[in-house]
């Protein structure tokens, strides 16, 4: 266990709704990372917040939007969701914003049918 | 979007061979790390490597960080049928956008 939590862990919807994923970073972890991996393909680098800040940004759709909350629990939004958009959504946290080991959690399986 | 060049792509080994992955990008990198992730869930990290030229070891596992600050090496010593499963490298870049970039992956598989 990662400490890292990711919630719901599975999730299907219809195109054109609008999703949320929620993340619980591990205690004491500042930073979340937001990745998307498609069927057996590479993480890809959605977005990191540090401490409440967006920090990086990566491939993230102007669909997508994420943000941290004060007691550093993120969330990811999607919308206007289409069939492409179905893939595993990993949340990771660390410690700092720079130069960290980052801690993944078990992912959240996104279905768009 | 942009990834590090990983290979090989996917391997099959005999149960107690060695084995060895490499990862290789255009950009310098200040860290990397090695990941392992088994089907449905999230990458498992297995080995942190922070200077150049560095080696570190857990377990059976030892990676080493280039002295070029471009390539980084992951080497199983006697692999075991739990050993199967996709083996990711991450590197984070020196330009200040504090982001990992994630290799595409090595998928290994034991025979027994």
């Not at chain 1, 959605?46 to 969330?75: C, M, T, V, W």
């Not at chain 2, 107690?16 to 999230?42: A, H, R």
């Not at chain 2, 596992?61 to 050993?83: C, H, Y």
Request: hydrophobic share 35%.
């Amino acid at each position: 266990d990662s400490g890292v939590t990711q919630t719901p862990k599975h999730l299907i919807t219809a195109t054109g709704q609008r999703v949320t994923l929620r993340c619980s970073p591990r205690s004491g972890d500042l930073s979340v990372y937001w990745y998307q991996q498609s069927l057996d393909q590479g993480l890809q680098f959605l977005i990191q917040y540090y401490n409440g800040e967006e920090r990086a940004k990566g491939n993230i759709l102007e669909r997508f939007s994420a943000q941290q909350f004060p007691d550093l629990h993120s969330e990811l939004n999607l919308s206007s969701l289409e069939l492409g958009d179905s893939a595993l959504y990993f949340c990771a946290s660390s410690v700092g914003a720079e130069n960290t080991e980052a801690f993944f959690g078990q992912g959240t399986r996104l279905t768009v049918v | 979007g942009q990834q590090l060049n990983q290979s090989p792509q996917s391997m099959f080994i005999q149960e107690g061979e060695d084995v060895s992955m490499n990862c290789t990008s255009s950009s310098i990198f200040n860290t990397w790390l090695w990941y392992k992730q088994d089907p449905g869930e999230g990458p498992v990290l297995l080995i942190a490597l922070y200077k150049a030229g560095e080696l570190t070891s857990n377990g059976r596992l030892t990676a080493q960080f280039g002295i070029t600050r471009k390539d980084s090496f992951l080497n199983i010593s006697a692999s075991i049928p739990s050993d199967v499963g996709i083996y990711f490298c991450a590197g984070r870049t020196t330009s200040g956008t504090y982001k990992y970039i994630f290799g595409t992956g090595t998928r290994l598989k034991v025979l027994a």
